[in-house]
């Protein structure tokens, strides 16, 4: 039977379904097909393709590099560097609920080598990455003009990727998501009721349950949330107190990066090459320092699309439990990558 539930982090509430194919997860991925023998601008010999890099970065001394961070040709917002002559900065009140000012994008190229996926990564450039993202986050925190940062990655055209080789984005924002708002009051809420951080007794409810693990390590745990919007949506926490990505030292991003590209090596071993998405959410720029929030990462595969109730209601109809899923990933292993 179905089951109501509801994310006490964004609010929002989830049918749990069962769905007849959940036992066969892979009957859900829809085929989708790519123009080949395009040129590819993220591959070596092409960067006079992309815009200049703002960062690049290299291992072991070398001069080539791994891992490039360059601005977005087509940016998805109004960018203070390249601003269009015939539009003008948004200036609406924060009071409509918009935006003001100028933003930027940019993009983080994770390898030299045409691989589709974090998986395929190997440890350097999974590192590099990930020390990219905080990298780029403190820069962006020193410009002074923006609020928030988000960090995302489109994995696959059903994720809304334009482009195969592997890469992530970043848009920082002069305002804060009304998703990251409605998370910093759920959270306020919560240690002001029960004086303790939700993420913590999030945490610790995992760990009890036992059923919605995935898997841990030191310093972090990745979990199917007990409302998971989406088959296969996969959590990842810091196991203490985290308010802010950006203080994230090299050793933790390490830990950080093996556990991501494990997690999403193991949904590809459940259920097949399938297109995903996963974002960063974390303390905005302007927000104190408090007990109650945690950066986190959210791992979104594309296996059911979003369809009118959904959009309608707001409310997701997830078919396959998470503690299923769950238990599926945790028998699933990948292979160890292959080095570049």
């Known amino acids: 039977m179905s089951e109501y539930r509801q994310d006490p982090l964004s609010r929002r509430w989830v049918i749990i379904g069962c769905d007849e194919r959940a036992t066969r997860p892979n009957e859900f991925i829809e085929a989708t097909s790519r123009q080949s023998n395009l040129t590819c601008p993220f591959c070596p010999g092409n960067e006079a393709q992309t815009p200049p890099?703002?960062?690049?970065?290299?291992?072991?001394?070398?001069?080539?590099?791994l891992v490039r961070v360059v601005p977005n040709k087509y940016p998805a917002v109004l960018t203070d560097t390249a601003p269009c002559p015939t539009c003008q900065p948004l200036s609406?009140?924060?009071a409509s609920g918009a935006m003001p000012g100028f933003g930027r994008h940019e993009v983080i190229i994770e390898s030299r080598r045409h691989v589709a996926?974090?998986?395929?990564?190997d440890d350097s450039e999974?590192?590099?990455?990930?020390?990219?993202?905080r990298d780029r986050l403190l820069e962006l925190k020193k410009d002074g003009r923006y609020r928030y940062v988000q960090i995302f990655k489109n994995a696959g055209p059903a994720a809304g990727a334009?482009?195969?080789?592997?890469?992530?984005q970043i848009l920082a924002l002069p305002g804060v998501p009304e998703t990251i708002e409605q998370e910093l009051a759920s959270s306020a809420e919560h240690f002001r009721l029960h004086r303790?951080?939700?993420?913590?007794?999030?945490?610790?409810q995992e760990q009890q349950a036992g059923s919605r693990l995935v898997t841990q390590t030191e310093r972090f745990l990745a979990?199917?949330?007990?409302?998971?919007r989406f088959p296969y949506e996969v959590w990842i926490l810091p196991r203490q107190h985290q308010p802010r990505f950006e203080v994230l030292q090299a050793s933790e991003l390490s830990e950080l990066s093996r556990i991501v590209r494990e997690v999403i090596g193991r949904i590809e071993c459940a259920v097949g090459q399938v297109a995903y998405?996963?974002?960063l959410h974390t303390l905005p720029f302007d927000t104190d320092l408090h007990d109650h929030y945690h950066w986190h990462i959210e791992i979104i595969p594309r296996l059911v699309k979003v369809a009118g109730f959904e959009w309608s209601t707001g409310c997701f109809i997830n078919p396959y439990p998470p503690e299923s899923a769950a238990a599926h990933l945790r028998s699933s292993l990948p292979a160890a990558p292959e080095a570049s």
């Open 277 to 279: 998405n996963y974002f």
């Open 162 to 168: 334009s482009l195969e080789h592997v890469h992530s």
């Open 196 to 204: 303790r951080p939700l993420f913590l007794d999030l945490i610790g």
């Open 92 to 94: 609406l009140s924060a």
């Open 126 to 133: 999974a590192e590099l990455t990930f020390i990219a993202y």
């Open 223 to 228: 979990f199917c949330p007990f409302a998971s």
């Open 53 to 65: 890099p703002v960062a690049s970065y290299s291992a072991n001394g070398k001069d080539s590099w």
């Open 117 to 121: 996926s974090l998986s395929e990564l």
